[in-house]
T-cell receptor, first 111, second 113 residues
């Protein structure tokens, strides 16, 4: 069983709308959690990174939240744009050299 | 001035062949990684090198052999390619012992026919 579960698997929204992606993890110990955006045919690009003591972090229209007690994180995208169409991957680190990746949420923004 | 660059971007080859994928980073990072992304988009770590020393090896078959001549370069050699090796392989780098600052390359799509 993967230690990082993301939902939904895919999501279609209209341009300008908001959306929220979910990430639940069981990785322990916990060091940090980051959200990546992966455009088709490209490598993942980091959007946000949060440690245990951080509850929320923003990067432009992207806002990530973290509840380390329930081991849940969310990525909220505000006023979506066509260029937001991509896969969003949740990655959790135990502080070592390895990281656990979720399978990602495929977001499609339609005009 | 690409931070982490991989070559080739695409690679199509026949079963049984031997191939290599190269990675270079100009970020001054001490640690480099190879990840495999399967058809379900899972990213799984294969190898990790820190200052030319292999520190993570999670690939079962010894058909896969990484080489790191210096901390800025990492190569993945694959022998006797199989159909199941078809995937996208990503190189990444990070500062030593730090899961912050991960930077990925753009990936190499390997297709074995």
């Amino acid at each position: 069983k993967n230690q990082v579960e993301q939902s939904p698997q895919s999501l279609i929204i209209l341009e300008g709308k908001n959306c929220t992606l979910q990430c639940n993890y069981t990785v322990s110990p916990f060091s940090n959690l980051r959200w990546y955006k992966q455009d088709t045919g490209r490598g993942p690009v980091s959007l946000t990174i949060m440690t245990f003591s951080e509850n929320t972090k923003s990067n432009g229209r992207y806002t990530a939240t973290l509840d380390a007690d329930t081991k849940q994180s969310s990525l909220h995208i505000t006023a979506s744009q066509l260029s937001d169409s991509a896969s969003y991957i949740c990655v959790v680190s135990d502080g070592g050299n390895d990281m656990r990746f979720g399978a990602g949420t495929r977001l499609t923004v339609k005009p | 001035d690409t931070a982490v660059s991989q070559t080739p971007k695409y690679l199509v080859t026949q079963m049984g062949n031997d191939k290599s994928i190269k990675c270079e980073q100009n970020l001054g990072h001490d640690t480099m990684y190879w990840y495999k992304q399967d058809s379900k988009k899972f990213l799984k770590i294969m190898f990790s090198y820190n200052n030319k020393e292999l520190i993570i090896n999670e690939t079962g078959p010894n058909r896969f052999s990484p080489k790191s001549p210096d901390q800025a370069h990492l190569t993945l050699h694959i022998k006797s390619l199989e159909l199941g090796d078809s995937a996208v392989y990503f190189c990444a780098s990070s500062p030593e012992g730090e899961s912050y600052g991960y930077t990925f390359g753009s990936g190499t799509r390997l297709t074995v026919v």
